[in-house]
């Protein structure tokens, strides 16, 4: 014998106020252009002044095909760049980094670099709990 969850035994219903949603969602698509959203549906339907959550909005709507579109992230081609990074002569290009490191009792600190890029020669180095920036 199998025993099911109690949840599994309840006979699932239709949501009456789900089916009144719909209805309102499918006059306000009939007469209106397919372009509209679900955050459009959604405040039309509460300036109705009836209330329903923006994601129940498109829980209708999707199965029916009433979406306007599906937003598809596009990746963004940068330049890339190909720069040479060491020079000829020295002081005219300089590379700094500031790490975050974190101590084994849990306090944390910061390492500044600033390194001359013509002859990897370490200008200035800091180490703080926070370093500050001044110009």
């Not at 209708?60 to 020079?87: C, D, F, H, I, T």
């Not at 944390?108 to 370093?131: E, H, N, P, T």
Request: with cysteine; proline share 5%; charged share 30%.
């Amino acid at each position: 014998m199998v025993l099911l969850p109690e949840s599994a035994q309840i006979p699932i219903t239709a949501n009456p106020e789900g089916l009144e949603i719909m209805e309102i969602i499918r006059e306000i698509v009939k007469d209106r252009p397919v372009t509209y959203g679900y955050r459009r549906i959604h405040a039309m339907i509460k300036s109705m002044e009836i209330r329903c959550g923006p994601k129940t909005i498109n829980r209708y709507m999707g199965p029916k095909l009433w979406l306007s579109s599906n937003r598809l992230k596009q990746k963004v081609e940068r330049e890339r760049r190909e720069g040479v990074v060491a020079v000829e002569e020295p002081n005219k290009r300089w590379a700094s980094d500031i790490t975050v490191i974190k101590a084994w009792n849990g306090e944390k600190g910061r390492f500044c670099v600033i390194i001359d890029c013509a002859g990897r020669q370490v200008l200035a180095y800091r180490w703080a709990k926070s370093i500050k920036g001044t110009t």
